[in-house]
């Protein structure tokens, strides 16, 4: 730390990603990207749009928008993309958290909720999550702050039911109610069909899982035109050409391109299913992940010892240190053959370690 830092961030715990090294290859199963290369559509138009970038990317994102209320059905005035959904999330915090205004999320979920409330000094809750990981909904009525809900949950995958959300909007009706859907694709039921109904509620979803777009950086956020233009505001104050132009461009693809994006989902919850059954089947306990990923534990290792052995096989995972889940690892569901090749060495470890 220079001696330049403000004061304010001298304690700060900034997001740790996961790894992404490159001194060997790994079948890169720790941070929850799609198997699956982006649609062709998305590259095409990609490449075309590289030979426009003397140009400034439009900051209205309407080409962009045009397609995605095609593909959704909400209006033109209650979208609006940015540079991954993380920037979305921030400009929810920005925007509708304060000192006076905190923020409620549960105690195991996505780590960035923490980190930015951290770095806007917005007083925060966490909400311990019941016993099994799954969240009791009456916890998070007249919380007086502003709730973030990853739905489906990360890292445990579990779902709220539409209408479990939908008991959370009315008991909350003046606070915004952010509702994460980065892993909504794979199984759980998207809250956009509500925006309409409450004027309370921010959905939030990316491109970089289900539409295998991580590196190219493409958030979304729906919601009534009100908390729109509130987050626009925010937008336009600190970089308001926040979405690139060939990005843009890419997800004007990747929507376009349906029948790609759907298979690869179906391919995934496939795969899904396949390696909860085979770890089940080597003793594993798992939650009823929606995601396109499982979290498991097993009594024969210890979540640490798995983590390691598994790199040193060549083969990346997440563990979190957490108490209450560090017996667990976070594997993304990738292709069917990378999902075989983990089997095979966890079966290996397992072997080993008896
Ligand atoms: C991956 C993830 C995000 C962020 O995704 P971006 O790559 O920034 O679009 C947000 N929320 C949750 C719960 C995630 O897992």
Avoid: W
Avoid at 27 to 50: G, V, Y
Avoid at 106 to 124: C, H, K, M, N, R
Avoid at 310 to 316: P, V
Avoid at 335 to 343: E, F, H, R
């Amino acid at each position: 730390m220079s001696k330049f830092l403000s004061q304010k961030f001298s304690g700060l715990a900034p997001y740790v990603p996961g790894e992404q090294p490159k001194e060997r290859k790994y079948i890169k199963l720790n941070t929850n990207e799609s198997p699956f290369k982006p649609s062709r559509t998305a590259i095409k138009l990609s490449n075309k749009a590289s030979k426009g970038v003397q140009l400034y990317s439009d900051p209205e994102c309407k080409a962009l928008i045009k397609e995605f209320i095609a593909y959704s059905g909400v209006k033109e005035n209650q979208v609006l993309f940015t540079n991954g959904s993380d920037e979305i999330l921030n400009f929810a915090f920005m925007a509708f958290c304060d000192k006076e205004k905190g923020a409620m999320f549960p105690d195991i979920t996505y780590g960035f909720y923490q980190v930015f409330a951290s770095l806007y000094g917005i007083d925060y809750k966490k909400v311990p999550l019941k016993e099994d990981f799954s969240i009791q909904v009456e916890d998070y009525f007249n919380a007086g702050r502003t709730i973030f809900i990853a739905n489906p949950n990360a890292p445990t995958g579990l779902n709220l039911s539409l209408d479990e959300i939908e008991q959370i909007l009315k008991e909350n009706t003046d606070s915004v109610v952010v509702i994460d859907e980065a892993y909504v694709d794979f199984g759980g039921e998207s809250a956009i069909k509500l925006i309409n109904k409450y004027d309370n509620l921010l959905v939030t979803q990316t491109f970089s899982k289900s539409r295998s777009m991580a590196g190219a950086r493409l958030g979304v956020g729906i919601a009534n035109q009100k908390l729109i233009e509130d987050l626009v505001k925010i937008k336009y104050s600190q970089n308001p050409y926040n979405v690139n132009a060939i990005t843009m461009a890419m997800g004007i693809g990747s929507l376009r391109d349906k029948k790609y994006f759907i298979d690869n989902c179906e391919k995934i919850k496939a795969n899904r299913h396949y390696i909860s059954e085979e770890l089940k089947k080597l003793g594993f306990t798992l939650t009823d992940s929606s995601a396109n990923f499982v979290f498991c534990k097993s009594d024969k290792i210890s979540g640490e010892e798995l983590n390691k052995k598994l790199k040193e096989k060549g083969i990346l995972v997440r563990h979190f240190s957490g108490e209450r889940i560090c017996e667990y690892n976070r594997i993304t569901v990738g292709s069917k053959t990378q999902m075989q090749a983990l089997i095979k060495a966890i079966k290996e470890i397992l072997e080993e370690t008896k």
